[in-house]
């Protein structure tokens, strides 16, 4: 258990669809990130949150809508996506932001196919 | 922010020291070299980090140029489950950004 799970696994959606990625991490921290990893291209960060509050939109597309209702959920709500959103999406934590030490912590990941 | 060169790929037998290399020639005075690694199908996990001197810790050691362009990750006994991709990434401080490159793929064999 790497203290940050996300939910669920795997999630097939067709470009109407509305759907949510859940991620919650069990460390205790107060930054959360959500990544977007396609194939054969690197991780992409799309959203950093600290204490509930975005502090970073990396030019993300409005079809992807962040929520961070406390410091141990995230989510990821989904809505008209293209066929070239299917990717890894990823959830990570860290203790705080800014510090050099802060290692972040990755969950598992949703594989996403839009359809 | 600086970027960092990997080989795409390297091999290494069971038992033996995987060293990986990572080029970051821009790299700046306040920049922290990271490693992360992913093992297939899952997400990324932290090795190790540092910023000048050499470190080591319960994974790997990391080995920093002495004019911080290159640095190498070492695993001293490479396992069957140390097969995964490696990322080596320059983080400025005191920003929560890592830049994720393509990594090297790390094949241990028995």
Redesign the interface.
Same mark, same amino acid.
């Given at each position: 258990e790497t203290g940050v799970t996300q939910t669920p696994r795997h999630l097939v959606m067709g470009m109407t669809n509305k759907k949510s990625l859940k991620c919650e991490q069990h460390l205790g921290h107060n930054a959360m990130y959500w990544y977007k990893q396609s194939a054969k291209k690197p991780l992409e960060l799309m959203f950093v949150y600290s204490l509930e509050e975005r502090v970073e939109n990396n030019s993300v597309p409005s079809r992807f809508s962040p929520e961070c209702p406390n410091s141990s959920h995230l989510f990821l709500h989904l809505h008209t996506l293209q066929p070239e959103d299917s990717a890894l999406y990823l959830c990570a934590s860290s203790q705080d932001l800014g510090g050099p030490v802060y290692e972040q912590y990755f969950g598992p990941g949703t594989r996403l196919t839009v359809t | 922010d600086a970027k960092t060169t990997q080989p795409p790929s390297m091999d290494c037998a069971e038992g033996r020291a995987a060293n990986l290399p990572c080029n970051h020639s821009t790299i700046s005075g306040n920049e /922290?070299v /990271?490693w992360y690694r992913q093992i297939h199908? *899952? $997400?990324? *996990? /932290?090795i190790i980090?540092g %910023?000048k001197n050499n470190e080591t810790n319960e994974m790997a050691s990391l080995i920093i140029t002495e004019d911080r362009k290159s640095s190498t990750l070492i695993l001293p006994h490479a396992t069957l489950r140390d097969t995964a991709v490696y990322y080596c990434i320059v983080?400025i401080?005191?920003?929560?950004? %890592?830049?994720? $490159?393509? $990594?090297t793929r790390l094949q241990v064999f028995p």
């Open positions: - | /922290y /990271y199908s *899952q $997400g990324p *996990q /932290y980090h %910023l983080r401080y005191n920003t929560d950004k %890592l830049i994720f $490159g393509t $990594g």
